[in-house]
Nanobody, 115 residues
Framework: QVQLVESGGGLAQPGGSLRLSCAISGTTSSINTVGWYRQAPGKQREFVAEIARRGTTNYVDSVKGRFTLSRDNAKNTVYLQMSSLKPEDTAVYYC?????????WGQGTQVTVSS
């Protein structure tokens, strides 16, 4: 089993920054990809970004140049640095990890961008 715990959400002003953390525990070997999704009120959950085991990253077009993924393997933690935040970034952000074709999800952390 894999457990994921997100943190770092909160309220930010437009143009501001937040850093989300995803702490991964349990059986972490063979985790291929760790990613972030988000779900805004009344909308479907959407892909935001992902980082593969070898460090390759992928971002949805709407966050390219503003969001940056990184990982600390020693701490089994993946970070999503969010900058130049926009009101449309408001959503619950979920961390997900894929291990041996099984997806695991965290409980989510709320990000609100508002003045």
């Amino acid at each position: 089993q894999v457990q994921l715990v997100e943190s770092g959400g909160g309220l930010a002003q437009p143009g501001g920054s937040l850093r989300l953390s995803c702490a991964i525990s349990g059986t972490t070997s063979s985790i291929n990809t760790v990613g972030w999704y988000r779900q805004a009120p009344g909308k479907q959950r959407e892909f935001v970004a992902e980082i593969a085991r070898r460090g390759t990253t992928n971002y949805v077009d709407s966050v390219k140049g503003r969001f940056t993924l990184s990982r600390d393997n020693a701490k089994n933690t993946v970070y999503l640095q969010m900058s130049s935040l926009k009101p449309e970034d408001t959503a619950v952000y979920y961390c997900t990890a894929i291990r041996l074709a099984t997806s695991y999800w965290g409980q989510g952390t709320q990000v609100t961008v508002s003045s």
